[in-house]
């Protein structure tokens, strides 16, 4: 089963533009990760936030959560086209336990139009 | 270098036929993971492992066997019973404890 659904479904913006995207999620978390996958290659991981937190920073990224609303959002600041690729979210109920896994949703692609 | 390898990086079969994927990592984690991603979706858990010697099914496991002797390796083996093998296959590894997981480059099967 998927739990998160990221929306849009598609994203096309210019060179320097922000990009936001959103994450829903059904269930209860204890941490919410987002991951960037290029064409045709593995996913890596951005950053993870966990459910007491409401925001966090990397670089660029700005990742928000809203565990009232079950919602999380990804912001990409000054957006480059290398930025170009698949974004998605991935939940996990509990931290790193024997039973760990994590659940993705299906992903936003990004365009950044040079 | 480390990190995961998976191997091939593209496979065809023939339909009615066995296929292993294979997954190494040499990152020393514990736990490694199965996923596959069909076109425009995310990715869907088919069997994970937090030890050596154990595995647990995920959410799509029918018609997918795998084994974990070493810690290292994690092959896939996709049988025929498996109605839609098509479909790109990403595995990951994860320190015990750890959250975040890392992932190979995938393997992308095609079976005609």
């Known amino acids: 089963s998927q739990q998160g659904e990221e929306d849009p479904q598609a994203l096309s913006i210019q060179e320097g533009e922000n990009a936001t995207m959103n994450c829903s999620y059904k269930?209860?978390?204890?941490?919410l990760q987002w991951y960037r996958q290029n064409s045709g290659r593995g996913l890596v991981h951005l950053i993870l936030i966990r459910s007491n937190e409401r925001e966090k920073h990397s670089g660029r990224l700005r990742v928000t959560l809203d565990t009232s609303k079950k919602s999380s959002s990804l912001l990409i600041t000054a957006s480059r086209a290398a930025d170009t690729a698949s974004y998605f979210c991935a939940t996990a109920s509990d931290s790193g336990g024997s039973n760990y896994k994590l659940t993705f949703g299906k992903g936003t692609l990004l365009t950044v139009n040079p | 270098d480390g990190g995961i390898t998976q191997s091939p990086k593209y496979l065809f079969r023939k339909e009615g036929q066995n296929v292993t994927l294979s997954c190494e990592q040499n990152?020393?984690?514990?736990?490694m993971y199965w996923y596959r991603q069909d076109p425009g979706q995310g990715l869907r858990l088919i069997y994970y492992?937090?030890?050596?010697?154990?595995?647990q099914k995920g959410d799509i496991a029918e018609g997918y066997s795998v084994s974990r002797e070493k810690k290292e390796s994690f092959p896939l083996t996709v049988t025929s019973a498996q109605k839609n093998p098509t479909a790109f296959y990403l595995c990951?590894?994860?320190?015990?404890?750890?959250?975040?997981?890392?992932f190979g480059p995938g393997t992308r099967l095609t079976v005609l």
């Open positions: 990951a590894s994860r320190q015990g404890g750890a959250d975040t997981q890392y």
């Open positions: 269930t209860s978390i204890n941490n």
């Open positions: 492992s937090q030890i050596v010697n154990d595995f």
């Open positions: 990152l020393n984690h514990d736990a």
